[in-house]
């Protein structure tokens, strides 16, 4: 498995991404709670955040311009993740694409690989433990996970990692799946759990003074 931590230092500029709606659902949290972030300023860190598309292949393009265009030092992607029951910041990439449902063009792949050749995994290189104990600190249920699962969250932040590793880019990355808005989950026969958006706000927010203090 390979991945280390790469920036040089303090993260200085940090490009933050979220998920389009998909599945049906009419709104993405990832999206509509990461665009706001656009602009600030935490602990002299500017956020550059963009909406990305639910899609196989034209995702990690994006992302790759976008890495190409803003020149971080650090990308966070975000992506909403069905029946979790808080902030769950992962810490493992794999090299499998295998869909239950359908992207938003309808791709559906099984048991392919991402990236011939490539490793199997990439370690996340943000400081995982220490995102998951601030956003507990901070009174927000939030925990490690060990799979992005193998849908386009897990397609995304693995090319991310194969591209900065690829080409020695001075970057750190990583990936978190949050809850359902209340609104998504209320017609749900499976009761699924949800998360206020002004609370996944705070959580990413916590995140980023996490990830953007002086190490």
């Known amino acids: 498995m390979q991945g280390k931590s790469r920036s040089s230092g303090k993260i200085d500029k940090l490009l933050i991404t979220g998920f389009d709606a998909f599945g049906g659902e009419s709104v993405n949290p990832a999206s509509e709670v990461v665009l706001e972030l656009d602009g600030l300023e935490i602990n002299d860190c500017r956020i550059i955040a963009r909406e990305i598309p639910t899609i ?115 970057i750190d990355y990583g990936f978190i799946h949050v809850p359902y808005l209340p609104e998504q989950a209320v017609d749900k026969n499976s009761n699924p759990p949800s998360m206020s958006k002004e609370t996944i706000k705070r959580a990413l927010i916590t995140t980023i003074k996490t990830i953007t203090k002086d190490r």
């Open 56 to 170: 196989y292949g034209k995702s990690p393009k994006k992302v790759k311009a976008m890495i190409d265009e803003v020149d971080p030092d650090g990308v966070l992607h975000i992506g909403q993740a069905s029946g979790t029951h808080g902030i769950r910041v992962e810490r493992i990439a794999l090299n499998i694409n295998d869909a239950r449902i359908e992207d938003n063009e309808g791709n559906q792949p099984k048991d392919e690989t991402i990236v011939k050749d490539g490793p199997l995994a990439y370690r996340i290189t943000l400081p995982t433990k220490e995102i998951v104990e601030a956003v507990k600190d901070d009174g927000i249920p939030a925990f490690l996970s060990y799979s992005a699962g193998t849908f386009v969250c897990n397609h995304v932040i693995y090319n991310t990692a194969h591209h900065v590793n690829k080409n020695d880019l001075p």
